[in-house]
């Protein structure tokens, strides 16, 4: 990689889903002032996907359900996911009915997200032995259910659901998946493109250690973070803290078995055609897993 002045002359195009759960992520960047050495692109995590995929982003978050589907084409980053264990407060089913009651009812599945879709229809027929109708909808509650009986709902909308109830049955998906499996549930993980990691590794590394920095610096600052969110966003500093450590940032091995088993389930559903190795990006002279 030629550099000028210690500086790369390629600014990596990074995807950013425009989720308070990827903010712990990326806050610190701007504290380090690492923005100025990267193309930040926002989005959906549905337009991201379709970025990544397609070959306009070098590096980005992506549903997880996406990386197993595009595989051949990604490899991932290791220590960065967002996962959790048990309750995710952001992944949720809205209904007018018990969720036992769902069969031949219509769900509206938000169009923002694949993995919680492929999630969502693995917890009704595995834990639930229901068999409803699907619909895509935009986000947008009051649409979605005058068109069916139940919504699915993700990131910081549902998240607001999850504060005001109203008079729905909600049901966590992060909770529902625990409660079926017993396993970690990982939604999204962050890729690079195959050809940009091979042609431009030690940028790559570079892009891993800046944001390693970031995930570091925002563990250390979870305060100063739900302060900053809380001041343009209808939750209180004290409930996003909350959220935060709910949610786990981190690969380890467990949640690595939990993602896998999720793919095991999604291919036997026909989500997926084959379950993936989940591959990592070579760092240094290590390969991390």
């Not at 529902?176 to 939604?187: A, D, I, L, P, S």
């Not at 036997?268 to 190795?277: D, F, N, Q």
Request: net charge negative; hydrophobic share 40%; proline share 4%.
């Amino acid at each position: 990689m030629i550099r000028k002045n210690g500086m790369f002359l390629l600014k990596p195009k990074v995807g950013h889903i425009q989720f308070l759960n990827c903010l712990p992520l990326y806050y610190g960047l701007v504290k380090s002032c690492a923005l100025l050495d990267i193309d930040l692109i926002k989005g959906t995590p549905t337009e991201l996907n379709n970025l990544l995929i397609n070959g306009k982003l070098d590096i980005s978050p992506i549903s997880s359900i996406e990386y197993a589907r595009h595989h051949e084409s990604l490899v991932l980053f290791p220590d960065f996911t967002v996962s959790s264990d048990g309750e995710v407060k952001s992944i949720l089913l809205l209904s007018h009915f018990p969720i036992e009651e769902l069969s031949e009812k219509k769900i509206a599945l938000s169009n923002t997200s694949a993995t919680s879709q492929v999630l969502l229809k693995l917890v009704l027929s595995h834990g639930y032995k229901v068999e409803p109708k699907y619909i895509i909808s935009p986000p947008d509650l009051d649409k979605m259910l005058a068109n069916a009986d139940a919504a699915l709902l993700i990131g910081d909308i549902a998240l607001k659901y999850y504060v005001d109830r109203r008079d729905f049955y909600l049901y966590d998906l992060g909770l529902e998946w625990g409660k079926m499996t017993g396993k970690k549930m990982v939604y999204a993980v962050w890729a690079v493109n195959r050809t940009f990691a091979e042609k431009q590794n030690e940028l790559s590394e570079y892009i891993f250690e800046i944001f390693k920095k970031s995930m570091d610096y925002s563990m250390k600052h979870l305060s100063e973070i739900a302060e900053y969110a809380a001041r343009w966003e209808p939750f209180s500093p004290s409930f996003l803290i909350d959220y935060f450590k709910s949610l786990c940032f981190g690969f380890e091995k467990d949640y690595q078995e939990g993602l896998l088993y999720f793919y095991q389930l999604a291919a036997e559903i026909g989500a997926l055609k084959t379950v993936p190795e989940l591959e990592f990006i070579k760092l240094g002279s290590k390969v991390s897993t």
